[in-house]
């Protein structure tokens, strides 16, 4: 009973890139977005507008965004007031908030505890609904945090609640440091789905402990049939030690088109867009199917 598509979003401009050390130049962003877009991504996270002393790799946001609106849903993350604001005044009609189910770290990501950001971000919420803006809740440490170890189902589901309760319409919810397997994410989503079946529900695997295409195949069993993932499998949160890369677009697409399971998504211009970055970036691109299919 495996779904017959799948929707991808495409966090590769954001995630895949807010850690890398050197600035990624904005026209080389630009285009890795628009060749992105031909490959056929409607749905991405384009940048976040996050404090650029933090996370100086996105201190372009507003250009970003400036040439790059125009898929079906253009993401954007933005933490707190000052974030938001950016964004509405950039345009943007689609915006994610990101909370740590842990408090460690939630304070190390956004410098506030996790009820902090919440009691925050909930009149915020409300405006944001009022003004018909897309609101995704990014949900980090679901399964594991990198200061306070194990996190338990319950408390994730209660934060999901939380966000649901508020009006989003859409969770992301995360294995921040690639430390869950299959059969916790099978565990974690079906509770989700069970206890919270009305919101779009999407599964934010790292690959830190290679395990993150497991994850997507268990969380499709329960029911999950949208999934994070980024070209080349770059990312990771800079306040997350020891997170690496985000699960790999083409790894993500290539299994679930062999199984039947349309994404929409061109591989091959998949590969010309992450050709587009990888002049502009420390590390190299280990996922076997770019390696046997660049150019
Ligand atoms: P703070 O230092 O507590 O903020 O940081 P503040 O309110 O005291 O402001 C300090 C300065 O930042 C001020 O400027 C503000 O104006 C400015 P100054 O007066 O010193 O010149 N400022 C901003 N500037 C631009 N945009 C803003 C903004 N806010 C304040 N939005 C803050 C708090 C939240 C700003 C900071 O901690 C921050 O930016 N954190 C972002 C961290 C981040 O981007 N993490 C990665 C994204 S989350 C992630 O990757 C996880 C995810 O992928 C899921 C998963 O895998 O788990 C989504
Ligand atoms: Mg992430």
Wanted: aromatic fraction near 6%; glycine fraction near 8%; charge should be negative.
């Amino acid at each position: 009973n495996l779904p017959k598509k799948a929707t991808i979003i495409e966090v590769g401009p954001r995630d895949g890139l807010q850690n890398e050390k050197n600035f990624v130049p904005t026209e080389a962003k630009k285009e890795f977005i628009h060749t992105l877009r031909r490959a056929g991504m409607k749905k991405m996270e384009l940048t976040s507008f996050v404090s650029p002393k933090w996370v100086p790799q996105m201190k372009d946001a507003s250009e970003i965004v400036e040439s790059c609106l125009g898929g079906e849903l253009d993401i954007v993350l933005a933490p707190n007031r000052k974030g938001v604001d950016r964004a509405l005044e950039a345009g943007c009609n689609s915006i994610a908030v990101f909370v740590g189910v842990s408090h460690s770290f939630n304070k190390k990501n956004i410098n506030k505890t996790t009820d902090e950001s919440l009691a925050e971000l909930q009149p915020i919420i409300s405006e944001l609904k009022e003004k018909d803006i897309f609101i995704r809740a990014c949900i980090s440490t679901s399964f594991y945090c990198p200061y306070e170890g194990k996190v338990s189902p319950e408390d994730t589901l209660a934060l999901c609640k939380n966000f649901v309760d508020m009006g989003v319409n859409e969770l992301s919810v995360a294995d921040t440091i690639g430390m869950a397997t299959p059969k916790e994410s099978y565990q974690l989503f079906s509770l989700l789905k069970d206890h919270l079946p009305h919101v779009m529900l999407t599964a934010h695997f790292h690959d830190t402990r290679k395990m993150a295409l497991a994850n997507v195949y268990a969380s499709l069993q329960a029911g999950v049939d949208r999934f994070d993932t980024s070209a080349g499998g770059l990312g990771g949160c800079p306040f997350a030690p020891g997170a690496s890369g985000n699960v790999a677009t083409e790894d993500v697409v290539y299994m679930l088109e062999e199984m039947g399971i349309e994404t929409g998504i061109d591989l091959d211009t998949l590969i010309e867009a992450i050709d587009k970055v990888t002049p502009h970036i420390s590390r190299s691109i280990e996922t076997g199917y770019y390696r046997l299919h660049q150019k």
